[in-house]
């Protein structure tokens, strides 16, 4: 039977397709959400479920930034602890939702395993086996010779690692956009090429949003914008620590099976999709390009500085005039720099995609011939301490935030979308959020890191 063609530009469509404005805007709803992540469209989905009238408004298009270029890792492994709850719902629902939504997102549970490059770092991956037995994962330690029981070809003699049978893997083109199409048909509605510029206040409370074709009246409003929700909070007073980091992915076209699940060691971070080739990133790069956000909330970030500075690439450009150019306030009766910038969509660095290149070839040395059938960049918001804020804001009622999650925010966007829907609605999700509230950054507590990749 003849297989239909992979488009080359098979993830990319996702963002690089025609804007599609809306005919016409509600009135009102009783929930807006800004922002068509991961996050914001499975929110959508669990109010729409319960009933509750849910409006999205996306600026540019459902999944076009970090939501669809992602590592595609559904992983409860080696997460910070704090996450570990919200994560373990977020399987159970991802394990059911191509049933309940009736849409392939390319979900498979095919396990996630993390090589250690030294015995310092097997050490490592041990100690957070306790965490594991406190939530009850099924995570144990590879030996040496299992490692090849699960990976064929490697060059590395790895002395052990980390492996969690049950964690998965899914595709960030695919997820996205149909848990917003379930959402729509649980009752939803969805706007596409609808910036929100700001929100309409009575008595300090939220009365409704502004949006680019006008005012939507409600009561609750969350923002779940991403790597723009900290410029959106600024402008209505809210100071919300978070910058953004570049990371870099790349695919290969369909090539013979070395393992089937997610691996992180020599140097990569990889992959297996479900159209039988890899999806590759650098296991340590990050670059974050300076800008006035960096000094105004750089002794908020100097532990995650300090904890990552061999691996992260500092870099001064036009980003930083960008962001200069950006007022803090704006009229809200003219195009706002939500507008202007639909889709943050930077390119990937052609060094950083030949290192890839190479420390796949050396991994695995039978592939000699590989080449990318794609690459892409996008913009992770990353918060001081690498996990999420999610709470209602103390200084504007009825608002919402839902962001910062610092590059692993695919995998928990699910069972965070119930999560916070059950913090709108007031209806309890059984996932306890005090351990994301932005107070932590500003009432005297320690910043404690994320474990994380």
């Known amino acids: 039977m003849m297989t239909q063609p992979i488009p080359n530009n098979i993830v990319s469509q996702t963002w690089e397709k025609p804007f599609i404005r809306p005919d016409k805007i509600p009135s009102s709803a009783d929930v807006v959400i800004i922002g068509g992540g991961i996050v914001g469209v499975s929110t959508a989905y669990f109010l729409a479920k319960a009933g509750i009238n849910v409006v999205l408004c996306e600026k540019g298009h459902i999944a076009g930034e970090q939501s669809g270029r992602n590592w595609g890792w559904v992983r409860k492994q080696y997460r910070d602890a704090r996450e570990l709850p919200m994560m373990i719902e977020s399987m159970k629902i991802w394990a059911n939702l191509e049933q309940d939504i009736g849409e392939d997102v390319g979900f498979q549970q095919t396990g996630c395993i993390y090589a250690a490059k030294s015995e310092k770092q097997l050490a490592e991956y041990e100690d957070w086996l306790k965490t594991a037995k406190h939530f009850g994962l099924d995570t144990r330690l590879l030996s040496a010779a299992e490692i090849k029981n699960h990976i064929s070809g490697a060059s590395e003699n790895w002395p052990g690692a980390l492996h969690t049978p049950s964690d998965g893997r899914a595709e960030p083109h695919l997820a996205a956009p149909a848990i917003a199409r379930a959402a729509v048909r649980a009752g939803a509605t969805i706007l596409t090429t609808c910036a929100v510029r700001g929100m309409e206040l009575s008595a300090g409370r939220v009365s409704g949003v502004i949006s680019e074709y006008g005012t939507i009246k409600a009561q609750q409003v969350l923002c779940a914008g991403g790597a723009w929700t900290s ?192 913090m709108i609605s007031g209806q309890d999700s059984g996932i306890d959020l005090s351990p994301f509230q932005l107070k932590r950054y500003f009432d005297g507590s320690k910043i404690i890191l994320n474990q994380r990749i």
């Not at 950006?326 to 939500?338: A, E, G, L, Q």
Request: glycine residues 10%; proline residues 7%; charged residues 20%.
């Open 231 to 422: 410029m959106f909070c600024r402008f209505h007073g809210i100071h919300l620590p978070q910058l953004k980091v570049k990371g870099i992915v790349a695919r290969t076209e369909a090539r013979e099976k070395l393992f089937d699940g997610e691996l992180y060691g020599g140097g990569l971070g990889l992959r297996r999709r479900q159209d039988g080739g890899y999806t590759i990133a650098s296991e340590s790069y990050m670059n974050h390009s300076i800008t006035p956000s960096t000094f105004r909330y750089a002794l908020k970030f100097l532990p995650a500085f300090i904890a990552e500075i061999k691996h992260l690439n500092l870099t001064i450009g036009g980003d930083f005039f960008d962001e200069l150019s950006i007022p803090v306030r704006w009229p809200m009766d003219t195009p706002s720099p939500f507008e202007r910038t639909r889709v943050l969509n930077p390119d990937p660095d052609e060094p950083v995609l030949k290192s890839m290149a190479k420390a796949f070839t050396r991994l695995f040395p039978a592939f000699t011939d590989i080449k990318f059938a794609e690459s892409w960049a996008g913009m992770i918001e990353t918060t001081p301490d690498a996990v999420p804020v999610i709470c209602e804001s103390e200084k504007i009622s009825g608002f919402y935030i839902a962001t910062g999650f610092s590059g692993h925010g695919f995998g928990i966007g699910p069972g965070a979308g119930k999560a916070i829907a059950g």
